[in-house]
């Protein structure tokens, strides 16, 4: 779903799907001179639509021959970043759609003059010429939390050493020490194969784990269960992207006795879920 917003004011966006699967748009009541216009994409759109929606919303708006768009400043915020982890071409013969994504917005469709974008996975893997404006996982954090929140964690526990640097942010504004999980994965299938634990004393411990995206969540649960085998107390997951597409059954089952959540991503489940599962 996307959403368009002109110098404050929602502008309907009204989308026709057609039996073949195509889609189009039709934009009314953009003002005459917009001073701003802002794109939104919601966490629920599959990835694969959000290039195709983008770039016909903009065609859309720019087809207003009786609008004047010369001092009209452009914004995109895209609330998941599409092939956010695949910042990388993995093996031979694959290819690298986050740079793909992001030089055709940049080299094609070229109207933006910001992109705004929340925990990016690895956002030195996007390219140089666009004003990529993050709201980084503390801000993501923060803003998960209820208010009234107090901590009680004694230790934030990053899922590996790639994730240690923003875990540290959060283990920072707790006032708590900041360790890793060493893990690998098969580059071939995705699948975990190791996870090990630092030497640290866990026992009676609170533990938070934090981290960007919570695919099927399975390194988080391997993960609940060495803390809790090691003595934990209690262990946490903050991710500030949910998409759990098997929903929450399995982490009910898990060691994982608390979900923090910034925004779900594909529709799979929602912050009432989330909420369900806290209780």
């Not at 368009?4 to 502008?11: F, H, P, R, Y």
């Not at 055709?104 to 140089?128: C, G, Q």
């Not at 784990?209 to 099927?216: E, F, L, M, W, Y």
């Amino acid at each position: 779903m996307i959403t368009v917003s002109a110098d404050n004011k929602d502008i309907p966006v009204n989308m026709v799907e057609f039996s073949d699967g195509a889609i189009t748009f039709k934009l009314d009541s953009l003002p005459e001179q917009p001073r701003y216009i802002w794109i939104t994409v919601d966490p629920s759109t599959p990835v694969y639509r959000v290039r195709e929606e983008i770039s016909l919303v903009v065609d859309a708006i720019m087809g207003n021959d009786d609008k004047d768009f010369t001092n009209t400043e452009f914004n995109l915020s895209l609330e998941y970043t599409p092939y956010g982890r695949a910042d990388r071409r993995f093996e031979k013969g694959n290819p690298a759609p986050l740079l793909d994504f992001f030089c055709f917005l940049r080299d094609e469709l070229s109207v933006f003059d910001a992109i705004y974008l929340n925990d990016v996975h690895n956002i030195e893997a996007i390219p140089k010429g666009l004003n990529i404006i993050e709201k980084g996982q503390l801000q993501c954090f923060k803003e998960s939390l209820p208010q009234g929140w107090k901590s009680d964690y004694d230790i934030v526990v990053a899922p590996d050493l790639g994730a240690t640097l923003k875990a540290k942010t959060i283990a920072d504004y707790l006032g708590v020490e900041c360790i890793y999980a060493n893990k690998k994965r098969d580059v071939s299938t995705g699948r975990l194969t190791t996870i090990n634990l630092p030497e640290y004393d866990f026992e009676g411990k609170v533990v938070l784990i934090p981290d960007d995206i919570a695919d099927q969540a399975g390194t988080h649960m391997w993960l609940a269960d060495l803390l809790k085998e090691a003595g934990a107390k209690r262990v946490d997951l903050y991710v500030t992207h949910a998409i759990l597409p098997k929903g929450l059954k399995k982490l009910k089952e898990s060691n994982i006795d608390k979900l923090i959540v910034y925004q779900t991503v594909g529709g799979y489940i929602n912050k009432q879920n989330v909420s369900d599962f806290n209780k």
